[in-house]
């Protein structure tokens, strides 16, 4: 294994909490990857202490060194990075995806900046592309949207079925998804299939039952679109328990196109994440502050619907735990950009940058119940981003403007 030492960090963002300030930051701060993890973070004053625990070897021009001591395993090469200054911040943790889908749906989004209103029934339209496409071209598109998600900075993502709502068909989007993340989510709960339009009860059968069982292999979470056009609060009554019932983690969408029962619902059965949360009523902010679910915030649903942004500011003074996705589909967002999300947070939904930055990494990690990622104490995976810019602000000061420098997931550059 390599280690890389990365010094003259000029504001390291680690979240791991101190002195009141949830981004943990530190100025002129180094950090050092090991096997794949965080093994020190500390001023830059102190980096040379640390890579004289390594013996020097030049090859080639390249400053590495070679760990020294007869307690190590092998010998283990030391690459010291300059980063001149620049923001170090967590690689992004995108929780909300469904990047497994055939054909995209830029006509509707031309219609909606027309002033035509999104429909769930949309989703219908990509089940058929979905069903139409091989495996090959599913998996080549997958592997696209990953090195597009790399590239912006997100180092975990989750990755949602939902566009062929057959029995083989979620089974296939799960194993695909499954190639690329350990999380996946089954959502065969996305809308009620054309072929059994007049028979609802029939298709919740299909999802609760053998779509359940067939998806399971593959799928760590399952979630339910509750919303007017998709699934009633009763219908999700139904399904959260029978995934529950197959011990898979459950997370909903909930209160995207208007007020209802999704987020209570969320609560009640203690889901790790709602997602959405678009139409909130006082008591559904006063439930999911007194919870541990997470609250899920999707600005770039907004940006391409047109629907009001929700206002995070409403949330976080109540105590809630605040997410950033993108939410990444053809029908409501198709974009797989976080500092997009960042940017539009800091805009329209009254998040400072320290706190979107925040829910763009350990909020997403917490909405999926990791505690490796999202954050760069000692120990944690070494995911993480090396910005164009010297601080963090800049994500939403700089809006639209390619400021992923270096992207290192694992310890290792992407
Ligand atoms: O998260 N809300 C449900 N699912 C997607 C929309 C999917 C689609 O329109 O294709 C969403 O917005
Ligand atoms: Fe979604």
Same mark, same amino acid.
């Given at each position: 294994m390599t280690a890389t030492l990365l010094t003259n960090i000029g504001e390291l963002t680690t979240n791991v909490a101190a002195d009141g300030d949830p981004c943990g930051t530190l100025h002129d701060a180094a950090l050092l990857m090991e096997d794949g993890r965080v093994a020190w973070v500390g001023p830059a004053s102190e980096a040379g202490d640390v890579s004289s625990r390594f013996a020097r070897s030049t090859t080639g021009g390249v400053t590495s060194v070679v760990e020294r001591g007869a307690q190590r395993r092998d010998e283990t090469p030391l690459e010291v990075v300059d980063v001149g200054g620049r923001a170090v911040i967590p690689g992004f943790v995108?929780?909300?995806?469904?990047?497994?889908?055939?054909? %995209?749906r830029a006509d509707e989004f031309e219609s909606r900046m027309a002033g035509i209103p999104y429909v769930a029934g949309g989703i219908r339209r990509t089940v058929a592309a979905t069903r139409a496409a091989s495996d090959d071209e599913l998996r080549a598109r997958l592997l696209g949207f990953v090195a597009e998600l790399h590239a912006q900075g997100t180092t975990t993502f989750e990755v949602k079925t939902g566009? %062929?709502? @057959?029995v083989e068909g979620e089974a296939r989007l799960a194993r695909l998804a499954r190639e690329v993340t350990d999380e996946v989510t089954f959502l065969g709960a996305h809308v009620v299939p054309a072929e059994y339009a007049d028979d609802r009860d029939g298709y919740v059968d299909l999802v609760t039952g053998p779509m359940l069982e067939a998806v399971k292999p593959y799928a760590k979470w399952f979630d339910v679109f509750c919303e007017t056009g998709a699934f009633t609060p009763a219908e999700t009554h139904r399904i959260l328990l029978a995934g529950i019932g197959a011990d898979l983690l459950p997370r909903l969408h909930a209160n995207q196109l208007g007020y209802g029962e999704g987020v209570a619902i969320g609560v009640e059965y203690g889901v790790w994440s709602v997602d959405h949360c678009t139409y909130l009523s006082d008591d559904d902010v006063a439930a999911l502050a007194g919870s541990d679910t997470v609250a899920t915030l999707l600005p770039g649903v907004e940006f391409s619907t047109k629907h009001p942004y929700p206002s995070a500011r409403r949330l976080i003074d109540a105590g809630v735990t605040v997410a950033l996705a993108?939410?990444?589909?053809?029908?409501?967002s198709f974009t797989s950009s976080m500092p997009l999300m960042i940017a539009l947070a800091v805009r329209e939904m009254g998040m400072t940058p320290g706190e979107a930055v925040w829910a763009a990494t350990a909020g997403g990690a917490r909405a999926l119940n990791r @505690? %490796?990622?999202?954050q760069l104490g000692v120990?944690?995976?070494a995911d993480l981003v090396v910005l164009d810019a010297p601080t963090r602000v800049h994500l939403a000061y700089r809006p639209g403007v390619p400021l992923v420098r270096d992207v290192f997931k694992d310890g290792a550059p992407v």
């Open positions: 995108d929780s909300h995806t469904h990047l497994v889908f055939g054909g %995209d566009y %062929d709502l @057959t993108s939410d990444c589909n053809p029908g409501t @505690t %490796d990622v999202g120990g944690a995976r």
